[in-house]
């Protein structure tokens, strides 16, 4: 069984992301850390308590930075909602955050166990950026660091940017300097993962996991302008699926740098295939759609199993 730390931003993929975690028997999640990203703070940190207490999850949640290194927060709210959750009413969660900060959480799990723990984040990298700060061993101590996010091709906020870079350039920085190699999982491989209507039908029958979650959430995250012909992408879910089918990717090594100070590109991942003595990256280029939508059908249906009971019913 590997171990998995998710460092998340929940928005409407990371609530799949998660619940992909969760309902994998190759996957411990270790813990969830919160980042400002596709909504504040105030929203994310309650949102991760919420969907874990719904699924079933008995991990510590704990709340990060409440905005990017040196800019102002920028959301997403306009794609996953003004919450988060599109239409999503979770109930209230009956537990509290874990009093740590995200930052210290992060350096004294893996510190804890060197060579254990994949770090895998998927939102902005500011609390990583942070963490890196703190205790820059933490690169010797993961097993494997993997993010969503960039693109080797073309952005989603701006022509150049992908959202979770373009939230905090300046963390991404530091993250990609760093004496480690990211896995990275930009939109070029996530848009690869649609939920598409035949993949959505395959949800079907998962009780309240699919009527109060699911359902709401990709109709949701579908009727925006980009998804609406082809599905919603669910990005964040392929960085967790790598973790536990590395095989369901095709990886290529590359030299990613990040412009911070672009009038038109900041945020830009400028991604070089052809570096070889300088790569700091292996970027995922193409998906195998049937296995992975194998993988996350099975998850879901483990968790549509073993979820608490309707407190309502």
């Not at 949102?47 to 930075?65: I, K, S």
């Not at 993949?199 to 949701?220: I, M």
């Not at 945020?267 to 070089?272: A, L, R, S």
């Not at 939508?293 to 099975?298: H, K, Y």
Request: proline share 6%; aromatic share 6%; charged share 20%.
């Amino acid at each position: 069984m590997k171990r998995i730390l998710l460092d998340c931003d929940p928005g409407i993929d990371d609530a799949l992301a998660i619940a992909l975690a969760h309902g994998s028997p190759e996957l411990e999640v270790v813990g969830l850390t919160t980042v400002a990203g596709n909504v504040g703070i105030e929203h994310t940190t309650p949102n991760a308590l919420r969907l874990a207490e719904f699924y079933g999850m008995d991990v510590p949640v704990a709340a990060g930075a409440q905005r990017p290194l040196v800019r102002p927060r920028h959301t997403a709210s306009t794609v996953h909602g003004s919450t988060g959750l599109g239409d999503v009413v979770l109930p209230e969660a009956k537990r509290q955050p874990h009093p740590e900060h995200a930052v210290d959480y992060i350096v004294d799990t893996v510190s804890a166990s060197p060579g254990e723990i994949s770090l895998v984040a998927v939102g902005p990298l500011t609390n990583i950026a942070l963490a890196l700060r703190k205790e820059p061993r933490i690169t010797e101590w993961v097993r494997e660091f993997v993010i969503m996010g960039g693109s080797y091709t073309r952005g989603n906020v701006t022509p150049a940017a992908e959202f979770n870079i373009g939230a905090d350039p300046e963390a991404a920085s530091v993250v990609f300097e760093a004496p480690w190699r990211t896995v990275v999982f930009g939109l070029d491989l996530t848009h690869q993962a649609r939920a598409s209507a035949e993949v959505r039908e395959r949800f079907t029958g998962l009780g309240r996991l699919q009527h109060e979650l699911l359902a709401p959430c990709l109709d949701f995250y579908g009727s925006n302008r980009q998804y609406r012909e082809l599905g919603p992408a669910i990005h964040d879910a392929c960085a967790v699926a790598y973790v536990i089918s590395p095989e369901l990717f095709t990886l290529l090594e590359a030299r990613i740098d990040v412009e911070t100070s672009g009038r038109f590109t900041s945020g830009m991942t400028v991604t070089d295939f052809a570096s070889e003595e300088t790569n700091n990256a292996v970027v995922a280029t193409a998906l195998d759609q049937r296995g992975f939508w194998d993988l996350v059908t099975d998850a879901f249906e483990r968790v549509a199993r073993t979820m608490p009971a309707d407190p309502a019913a």
